[in-house]
């Protein structure tokens, strides 16, 4: 099982990028998928969380700019952030409660996509 980023990119203050991430591989049921981030010499945290009944949670900074999505067919998340801002420059991580059978759970992690803000 793997989780694939992509979506990253450089942006100008106040613009608009979309992250996707997709599992892959031999899943049962993905359940709560999540997109982190990590800026340089900071720890990583938790932006967004949207669990498989479609139910989401954001940390304040993303309030308001990011909206997270899903689509359970495709096994794929999405962050959809405007308004961005220099200090939403960090590499953003998909993240995924999997099952691989009825009765086992695991935690992934995909590989990280760079959003570099400038302004």
């Known amino acids: 099982v793997q989780l694939q980023a992509s979506g990253g990119g450089l942006v100008q203050a106040g613009g608009s990028l979309t992250l996707s991430c997709v599992a892959f591989?031999?899943?049962?049921?993905?359940?709560?998928m999540r997109w982190y981030r990590q800026a340089t010499g900071r720890q990583r945290e938790l932006v967004a969380v949207?669990?498989?009944?479609?139910?989401?949670d954001y940390a304040d900074s993303a309030k308001g700019r990011f909206t997270i999505s899903r689509d359970n067919a495709k096994k794929s998340v999405y962050l959809q952030m405007d308004s961005l801002k220099p200090e939403d420059t960090a590499v953003y991580y998909c993240?995924?409660?999997?099952?691989?059978?009825?009765?086992?759970?695991?935690?992934?992690w995909g590989q990280g996509t760079l959003v570099t803000v400038s302004s």
């Open positions: 949207v669990t498989i009944g479609g139910s989401t």
């Open positions: 993240n995924a409660d999997i099952m691989v059978s009825q009765n086992c759970e695991y935690e992934y």
């Open positions: 591989g031999s899943i049962f049921r993905v359940n709560s």
